[in-house]
């Protein structure tokens, strides 16, 4: 069982930077790679970015590439998402989530996830 805490959401406004942590419970945290989701009110919940558990690669989507960044510390058993130059649109409920995979990819499809944070409001005031 691996439980995930998230941490660092808040208000921000447009143009301005949050640091997201994801802290890890478990002691197999380098079996996994570590994806961020986010879901806007009245929106599906969809795929941000991911790292792999080496953090040798990461992949995000097209609409925060350049503006965010995630990186892990293993020996901290954490992983992060940097969010610089926040537009309103940025406006959603962040999660993380731990995929069993040791290959040195990044899954998107939420199914592979098998393990959840509670989740961090992050707004971007206009």
């Known amino acids: 069982q691996v439980q995930l805490v998230e941490s660092g959401g808040g208000l921000v406004q447009t143009g301005g930077s949050l640091r997201l942590s994801c802290a890890a419970s478990t002691r197999t945290f380098s079996n996994y790679a570590m994806g961020w989701f986010r879901q806007a009110p009245g929106k599906e919940r969809e795929f941000v970015g991911g790292?792999?558990?080496?953090?040798?690669?990461?992949y995000y989507t097209d609409s925060v590439k350049g503006r965010f960044t995630i990186s892990r510390d293993n020996a901290k058993n954490t992983v992060y998402l940097q969010m610089n130059s926040l537009k309103p649109e940025d406006t959603a409920v962040y999660y993380c989530?731990?995929?069993?995979?040791?290959?040195?990819?990044?899954?998107?499809?939420?199914?592979?996830?098998?393990?959840w944070g509670q989740g961090t409001q992050v707004t971007v005031s206009s």
């Open positions: 790292i792999s558990w080496s953090g040798g690669t990461t």
């Open positions: 989530a731990a995929d069993w995979l040791k290959a040195d990819a990044v899954r998107v499809r939420e199914s592979f996830y098998g393990y």
